[in-house]
C-alpha cells in the first residue's frame, strides 16, 4: 500500500514567483495536512482539510492556501515567493479531522532565490 | 514560544547501548503525543504514540514514557543501531484539535 505521496521532491524558484505543490494522502484517509519545515526546527502547521473544506489553519500570511480535492489529493499554493519560504514542505494523512495520528510524506524541498 | 521542548540537541551513543531522548511539554491539556524519526532528506516517520491516559508504551525496540506531573515525555530505544541515527521529533496534539505542535528536535548520532 503506497504511503503519502508528494511532488515535486526538489523546486528552485525565484522571489515574486508562485508554486504549487502536491499531495497523494494514503488510501482511505481522508485529512490532509500541510507543514513548513525549516532547516534546523520541527515542522510548523500550515494547514489541514479534510473532505475538501479547511478544519485547521496555522499562523501563515494569506500568500498561502491549499485546496482538496474530491479524491482525497490536495494542493498547497503560494504566492509571492520570499527567501524565507525556502524550507521543506510535507504533507501528513490521517483517518479523520480529530484523529491526530499524522503519516508524513517525503517533503518537497523548495529554494527561493 | 514553542509548547514543546527537548532539552539534549545532540545525543551520541555507541552501537549496543540504550539510547533516552527526552521532551518537555508545556501545555498540560495536550492529551495525545507522538515521536517522529526523521532522517536526512525525508520526511518524518511515526515511530510510537501514547495517550495521556497512560504512562508507558511499548514497541519494537522502543518505549515512550509520559510523566503528566512533570509535563515530561521520553523514548526509549534498546540496543541502539547505526541506522536509528536520525533527529527525533516528539510532537503533542490537543483534544479537538487536529494539529500537531512539534519541537526542535534532538540529533541521536549513533557510532558502530
Request: glycine share 10%; net charge positive.
Amino acid at each position: 500500500d503506497a504511503g503519502v505521496t508528494q511532488s515535486p521532491t526538489h523546486l528552485i524558484k525565484t522571489r515574486g514567483q508562485h508554486v504549487t505543490l502536491r499531495c497523494s494522502p494514503i488510501s482511505g484517509h481522508k485529512s490532509v495536512s500541510w507543514y513548513q519545515q525549516v532547516l534546523g526546527q520541527g515542522p510548523q502547521f500550515i494547514f489541514q482539510y479534510y473532505e475538501k473544506e479547511e478544519r485547521g489553519r496555522g499562523n501563515f500570511p494569506d500568500r498561502f492556501s491549499a485546496r482538496q480535492f474530491p479524491n482525497y489529493s490536495s494542493e498547497l499554493n503560494v504566492n509571492a515567493l520570499l527567501l524565507g519560504d525556502s524550507a521543506l514542505y510535507l504533507c501528513a494523512s490521517s483517518r479523520g479531522h480529530l484523529l491526530p495520528e499524522a503519516f508524513f510524506g517525503q517533503g518537497t524541498r523548495l529554494t527561493v532565490v | 514560544g514553542e509548547s514543546v521542548g527537548l532539552h539534549l540537541p545532540t545525543l551520541s551513543v555507541q552501537e549496543g547501548d540504550n539510547s533516552i531522548i527526552n521532551c518537555a511539554y508545556s501545555n498540560s491539556a495536550s492529551d495525545y503525543f507522538i515521536w517522529y524519526k526523521q532522517e536526512s532528506g525525508k520526511g518524518p516517520q511515526f515511530i510510537i504514540d501514547i495517550r495521556s491516559n497512560m504512562d508507558k508504551r511499548q514497541g519494537q525496540r522502543v518505549t515512550v514514557l509520559l510523566n503528566k506531573t512533570v509535563k515530561h515525555l521520553s523514548l526509549q530505544i534498546a540496543a541502539t543501531q547505526p541506522g536509528d541515527s536520525a533527529v527525533y521529533f516528539c510532537a503533542e496534539n490537543l483534544s479537538g484539535y487536529s494539529t500537531l505542535t512539534f519541537g526542535k528536535g534532538t540529533m541521536l548520532l549513533v557510532s558502530p
